[in-house]
């Protein structure tokens, strides 16, 4: 009853003052009140009916305070018609004839009054990425386990196992807001504090950013194997099956260290409230004010993987060079070629997991300068840019590997496979068996080195070795098999003591019928052997 009595008062400004809680009966006898500031005080609580006597008030100023939001709090107030508060949740208790572009607040750049994501086609993506990171990441681990065994022990395929679980893992995240969203709609303000201080935003939080790092650092270590197969391709440091699995157990441990830390530790410092600065329970630090931990988030989410994404743009640009390099010379192995295409593939994924998180790094560098991001932007960044890479990565390596695979396969079997009639098979039987025809003045294999009175020269094992090799190349072209490749079978030509030409002449003889051009190339093997048995180092 501090007013009691000024029933002639139009204005009433109390700014500053320390207030703490408002009573029913502080504004009694001010009846005639139009214009009412609280502004910068510490008011926590409007107790019920504070503002019962206030019929005529139609400007009231409560920013800068630290109020709870409750319902009917501002009951009594039916002629207000501008409000000004610190949070759009106040907003969402005003009085109906306070029409919402009156109600000044800073408005939440996901959430509204009755939803957790206020754009619905924010919802429906959230949804869309979040099942095709999990179901798709999920193809992935199994088509690497089950179909893709072969790989499966070589150091990429380790890291791209462990991109895809990383992904699954934001998947869920996904999944988990997107279900926060539908179980909380049309009531979600009233939640919110409950939502955001539960142990499910805190464990999504948490799961969100286990599976951002944890991409980032595969995605570098991804970049680093295929970087030293292209670049250094006799380097002893290569990645192996083991030092990839080790290297992947520590990039998980780091990860879940940075994620975890913000709860367990430095209490005073987070004060529980680091995955709670936003509805979807991610604490980027694209906002324009300052949250619990701030500092922490732009070390990691902006330092840490701003870091690491210029070392991907490095080596990325080493492996570009490289392999136009090798290209532009011809100086590539087929193993080289293979690691070029599996450099590519991955490309993709390395791209897009960079697109989408250095402009985050970009944006969080620019907030942290001072400069602002609107809503809309800021929504879309947490909802759609950050996680969406998540969903591609499947679709742009294993899908588009699969099918890239397939066409192969194809293409081969449309060329080669082809079955050769009777007269075609005939005649290339007729051509090969004149290639390989026996010589006059030839020796077997098996006699040259018996007769030899001292060590088999370097130089000549390596014209047997090359004779055959491309004796064996036109034969497979051929689609045939010899079957028989033994030092007995091998006929030799020399010259002064110099082999001019090896070949092993055809016969007439069944080949089994399992028998393939591996056989062949492992029967040449064993005939290298032998040579190399024989050969007379300098």
């Not at 070392?311 to 492996?319: E, L, N, P």
């Not at 679709?395 to 890239?404: D, I, K």
């Not at 007729?430 to 370097?458: A, I, M, P």
Request: overall charge positive.
């Amino acid at each position: 009853m501090a007013f009691l009595g000024l029933h002639l008062l139009k204005e009433l400004s109390i700014i500053g003052s320390q207030l703490r809680y408002l009573s029913a009966n502080t504004f009694l006898g001010i009846g005639a009140l139009i214009y009412l500031n609280l502004s910068s005080n510490h008011i926590e609580n409007i107790g019920h009916g504070t503002f019962n006597n206030l019929a005529y008030v139609k400007t009231l100023d409560l920013r800068n305070n630290n109020l709870q939001l409750k319902q009917n709090m501002f009951q009594g107030l039916s002629s207000l018609r501008v409000l000004y508060v610190d949070s759009y949740t106040l907003c969402c208790a005003k009085p109906g004839s306070v029409t919402d572009p009156n109600c000044f607040a800073p408005r939440d750049s996901i959430s509204s009054c009755t939803d957790l994501i206020r754009l619905s086609v924010l919802r429906v993506a959230l949804w869309i990425i979040g099942l095709c990171a999990v179901l798709g990441n999920l193809f992935v681990l199994v088509y690497r386990f089950k179909y893709d065994q072969a790989n499966l022990k070589k150091s990429y395929s380790v890291f791209v196992i462990n991109l895809g679980l990383s992904d699954i893992l934001m998947g869920i995240y996904m999944i988990i807001i997107g279900i926060a969203d539908a179980v909380y709609r049309d009531r979600y303000v009233w939640e919110e504090n409950d939502w955001r201080r539960s142990t499910t935003c805190t464990v999504s939080g948490i799961l969100s950013t286990i599976s951002s790092e944890a991409s980032a650092f595969t995605i570098l270590f991804i970049t680093l194997d295929r970087t030293m197969a292209i670049a250094f391709p006799f380097s002893l440091r290569q990645f192996t099956m083991k030092s990839a699995l080790i290297t992947s157990v520590i990039l998980w441990i780091i990860s879940i260290v940075i994620a975890v830390l913000p709860v367990f530790t430095f209490t005073d410092y987070f004060r529980g409230e680091f995955y709670s600065s936003s509805g979807v329970c991610i604490a980027l630090p694209l906002s324009d004010y300052t949250t619990p931990g701030s500092e922490y988030s732009v070390a990691i989410y902006v330092g840490l993987n701003f870091v690491i994404f210029i070392m991907i743009a490095v080596c990325q640009f080493v492996i570009y060079r490289k392999s136009r390099t090798n290209l532009t010379l011809r100086k590539t192995t087929s193993k080289q070629n293979k690691d070029i295409t599996v450099a590519k593939g991955l490309a993709a994924v390395v791209a897009t997991d960079f697109f989408c998180w250095f402009p985050i790094c970009v944006l969080g560098i620019w907030t942290s300068l001072g400069g602002r991001l609107s809503g809309d932007t800021y929504a879309w960044v947490m909802v759609l840019v950050l996680p969406i890479n998540s969903a591609l990565n499947p679709f742009l390596y294993t899908f588009a590997n699969t099918w890239r695979n397939r066409k192969t396969h194809h293409r081969q079997h449309s060329k080669y496979g082809r079955e050769k009639s009777e007269a075609e098979m005939t005649n290339v039987v007729l051509e090969v068996l004149n290639t390989f025809r026996h010589k006059r003045g030839s020796k077997s294999l098996t006699e040259y080195l018996c007769d030899s009175e001292t060590d088999l020269q370097v130089k000549n094992a390596f014209n047997i070795v090359h004779h055959l090799s491309a004796c064996l190349v036109y034969l497979h072209k051929q689609e045939l098999v010899h079957g028989n490749i033994s030092a007995e079978s091998i006929e030799i030509s020399l010259e002064n003591d110099r082999v001019t030409d090896a070949v092993f002449p055809m016969d007439h003889h069944q080949v089994p019928h399992d028998f393939g051009q591996l056989n062949d190339i492992y029967d040449l093997g064993m005939v290298v052997k032998v040579l190399l048995k024989k050969i007379k180092l300098p």
